[in-house]
């Protein structure tokens, strides 16, 4: 069958090169063709691959985004705890040396606002625990360096009513 089909192409040769289709046909085989259909944007392979690319560039950018926020965030709570530990350690050494200072009963306006700032930071304390924010970070560093403050003014006052007890006990000397 193939030897027939062989012989009669070999036989018109000259049949087929003179001859030559109507552009109409012409353009069905040519669009006929595989190589020769054009592509639609969306059935690009290329265009796919793009998208992927960007896809997981991006997941990848908002993964490690949400990762740092995380580290940083706990990093700031690490130094917040370092902070809290600095500044009780000073109340305390504050309230010591108030407490040698100081004869019972003398200060109970002070000991009222301390009493009353130390349970807002109580509350804040448990606020932090419950609902952690910058704001409740910040009103609790506030808080420590307001007692802080406070104390400050308790001993500078201790101290001034002091002196003039101690100026009068030199002079009798």
């Not at 940083?72 to 040396?97: N, R």
């Not at 807002?120 to 307001?146: H, T």
Request: net charge neutral; no cysteine; hydrophobic share 40%.
């Amino acid at each position: 069958m193939k030897d027939e089909l062989k012989n009669f192409i070999d036989n018109n040769r000259s049949a087929f090169d003179d001859h030559r289709p109507p552009e109409k046909i012409w353009s069905a085989i040519e669009s006929a063709l595989p190589g020769m259909r054009k592509r639609s944007l969306w059935n690009s392979v290329s265009l796919w691959r793009a998208a992927a690319i960007l896809f997981l560039g991006l997941s990848v950018y908002f993964f490690m985004t949400k990762t740092l926020q995380r580290n940083e965030g706990a990093l700031s709570q690490v130094e917040f705890t370092d902070l809290e530990l600095f500044y009780s350690s000073q109340i305390a050494e504050k309230v010591a040396l108030i407490n040698d200072i100081d004869a019972p009963g003398e200060s109970d306006l002070f000991t009222q606002d301390f009493q009353r700032l130390d349970a807002m930071y109580q509350v804040l304390r448990e606020e932090m625990k419950n609902r952690p924010s910058e704001k409740v970070k910040d009103a609790l560093v506030l808080n420590l360096l307001v007692r802080i403050d406070l104390l400050n003014q308790q001993i500078k006052k201790l101290e001034d009513s002091r002196r003039p007890a101690r100026k009068a006990k030199a002079s009798l000397v």
